[in-house]
């Protein structure tokens, strides 16, 4: 989609535009025209701030990566309440090194904010050149497998569904 005049990020335009008033509670003329003004301003002044979006290749694809997401927070939930209502002799943190493919920083944001959001992991810190991911992890047993967990549960998908080029 081209962009149009003066809007660095279009759509995130006419989300605020239209998401004004109802935060406001009026669809009076003022607010409207108020929520526009928004929509126009404040994406110039973040513009710097934004990451660009990759497109979406397969929408469908989403929709199942979504669902396993949220699958597995319901199941990790349940891993880790196990856990630490257990003894404390079968916890095995650690740090562990996940090599990332993804060069992208939003898809990289996204990345790291679905392990975070799985309970009993979280990512702890990227690494410069962003080639390193290094993730905690509450019960890190088999760490190659977590590993490969990582790379064939969340990140490749996130390379099939977006139009992106790996490292």
Known sequence: MKR???????????????IWPLL????????????????????????DFLFEVPRLRHPLRLLGYLARILGDIVIANLH??????????????AFIEVP????????????????SLTPGTVSASLSP????????ALDAQEPARLVEQVK???EAPLLEIFECSPM
């Not at 990332?100 to 944001?109: G, Q, Y």
């Open 129 to 136: 050149d962003r080639r390193t991911l290094l993730v905690h």
């Open 80 to 93: 880790v309440a196990k856990l630490v209502l257990g003894p404390k002799s079968r916890l095995r943190p």
């Open 24 to 47: 406001v509670n009026s669809f009076a003329l003022g607010q409207v025209l108020l929520g526009a003004l928004l929509g126009w301003a404040i994406p110039l002044l973040v513009k």
């Open 100 to 115: 990332m493919a993804l060069e992208n920083e939003f898809l990289l944001t996204v990345l790291t904010s679905i392990i």
């Open 152 to 154: 064939r549960r969340y």
């Open 4 to 18: 149009w005049r003066g809007l660095p990020h279009p759509w995130l335009s006419l989300v605020l535009w239209l």
